[in-house]
């Protein structure tokens, strides 16, 4: 149960910063947006050229690691044993 509460946060966690960077790369150009959305390598790439924010870094850094570990955890919540009689 902790692992899936754990996991949850961080997979929340990093929609958030993919949000950030989504929502950023809408205002800069619509394209940029869409494409964003339908290819998750551009918006890799528009994160590390394009996105211009003070805190660049840790949101890059939130979305990916965040989003991995947030599912890391929440599958280790399923593989582990239940207690029963």
């Known amino acids: 149960m902790l ?3 754990l996991g949850a946060a961080c ?3 990093g ?3 993919w949000l950030i ?3 950023d790369a809408f205002k800069n150009e619509i394209w940029k947006g869409i494409v964003g959305l339908l290819c998750c390598l551009y918006l890799f790439y528009y994160a590390l050229v394009e996105f211009q924010h003070e805190k660049k870094i840790p949101i ?3 979305w990916l690691f965040l989003g991995t570990i947030g599912s890391v955890l929440m599958n ?3 593989m582990m044993p ?4």
């Not at 239940?82 to 009689?85: D, E, Y």
């Open 3 to 5: 692992f899936m509460i």
């Open 11 to 13: 997979a929340i966690g």
């Open 15 to 17: 929609l958030i910063c």
């Open 21 to 23: 960077i989504l929502i």
């Open 60 to 62: 890059i850094l939130g």
């Open 76 to 78: 280790m919540s399923g």
């Open 82 to 85: 239940t207690a029963g009689p």
